[in-house]
């Protein structure tokens, strides 16, 4: 079956701080890979994607994703985090596997705690 | 736009009424989910709508029940809720229900903060 893992549960920064958030797949065949982000008491919302090509992405607030085929790996980074970015953040794949084409398969989330 | 607008933002019922859960998107979109979000966990899938169409029901029971009335709308009725039913319910949609080939984007609205009580 296919998973997404996400290694930190909680990760705690203090501002100014550089942040990394792990996330692998288990699925060998086509892939799409989104962050979504969700701030406290709010919806998901998507903070970058990856379709195909330049396999470092950047989204929005100064986000960046790096895709790591031969480690089935799309791990979120941001140089410098803010107060701001406190938030849980959800890591998700789509793929071209049976019953779940088409289907968000979300990892379980890393909460970022950012110290002022 | 990339809006999907729900209806209501919060609902509380016991667990003897009958309500509804609303989504609306105008982006053309052909597929359209419903997902379920517990307190502190990920999202999980409980039903995909492909061209109007059911496609997919994660062995949800069925005191929830989707309904798709047209390509813009999305119910989903409630009876006989338990509290443990008690969660944010999020519709979503995305151009096609492609698998990775498609390059689509689900777009996520903000939410149905339900309370069975």
């Known amino acids: 079956a296919q998973s997404v893992s996400q290694h930190n549960h909680h990760v705690i920064l203090s501002e100014a701080a550089s942040l990394e958030l792990g996330c692998n797949y288990s699925?060998?065949?086509?892939?799409?890979l989104f962050w979504y982000v969700q701030y406290p008491g709010q919806h998901l919302q998507l903070l970058l994607k990856?379709?195909?090509?330049?396999?470092l992405v950047k989204g929005i607030k100064g986000f960046e994703a790096e895709f790591i085929k031969s480690k089935f790996s799309f791990n979120l980074r941001k140089p410098s985090v803010q107060w701001s970015d406190t938030a849980e953040y959800f890591c998700?794949?789509?793929?071209?596997?049976?019953?779940?084409?088409?289907?968000?398969?979300f990892g379980k989330g890393t909460k970022l705690s950012v110290k002022p | 736009d990339t809006e999907v607008t729900q209806t209501p933002k919060h609902l509380v019922m016991g667990m003897t009424n009958k309500k509804s859960l609303k989504c609306e998107q105008h982006?053309?979109?052909?597929?359209m989910y419903w997902y379920k979000q517990k307190a502190k966990k990920p999202p999980e899938l409980m039903f995909v709508?492909?061209?109007?169409?059911?496609?997919i029901n994660e062995s949800v029971p069925s005191r929830f029940s989707p309904e798709c009335p047209n390509s813009s709308l999305l119910n989903l009725h409630l009876h006989a809720l338990q509290p443990e039913d008690s969660a944010l319910y999020l519709c979503?949609?995305?151009?096609?229900?492609?698998?990775?080939?498609?390059?689509?984007?689900?777009?996520f609205g903000e939410g149905s903060w339900l309370t069975v009580v």
């Open positions: 979503a949609s995305s151009y096609t229900r492609g698998g990775a080939f498609s390059g689509n984007t689900i777009y």
């Open positions: 699925y060998g065949g086509t892939v799409n």
């Open positions: 990856y379709f195909s090509g330049d396999p």
């Open positions: 998700a794949v789509n793929t071209n596997y049976g019953g779940s084409q088409g289907n968000l398969i």
């Open positions: 982006m053309g979109h052909r597929a």
């Open positions: 709508y492909s061209y109007e169409k059911l496609s």
